[in-house]
């Protein structure tokens, strides 16, 4: 059974950070990509970044970029996401998803690429 379990949520003011995890089992996740979304309140999940699970390449959405990093522990089977100079605006649930299969450099931005998901975990950042 393929579970990925994100943690590391929390509460926190702005311009501080949190890290929050993924940790990944039930198959081998070599040839798949690893992705960050989320949900802000009333609003449609969206992207926030990717890493190929060989550590190969990264990707952020503008609006992070800079800001957040994803890194993977490959002997863990975790990946993280570093967010840091958080705003009120990064106020939402984040989940993290992996494809089944592989994703090319180009694609792998859409929630529909994905097929196993986490439950989420609440980031609220407070002005």
């Known amino acids: 059974q393929v579970q990925l379990v994100e943690s590391g949520g929390g509460s926190v003011q702005a311009g501080g950070s949190l890290r929050l995890s993924c940790a990944a089992s039930g198959r081998t996740f070599s040839a798949s990509t690893l992705g960050w979304f989320r949900q802000p309140p009333g609003k449609e999940r969206e992207f926030v970044g990717k890493?190929?699970?060989?550590?190969?390449?990264?990707s952020y959405a503008d609006s992070v970029k800079g800001r957040f990093s994803i890194s993977r522990d490959s002997a863990k089977n975790t990946v993280y996401l570093q967010m840091n100079s958080l705003k009120p605006e990064d106020t939402a649930v984040y989940y993290c998803?992996?494809?089944?299969?592989?994703?090319?450099?180009?694609?792998?931005?859409?929630?529909?690429?994905?097929?196993?998901w986490g439950q989420g975990t609440q980031v609220t950042v407070s002005s």
């Open positions: 998803a992996a494809t089944a299969g592989y994703c090319s450099v180009s694609s792998c931005y859409r929630r529909d690429e994905y097929y196993y």
């Open positions: 890493i190929k699970w060989s550590g190969s390449y990264t």
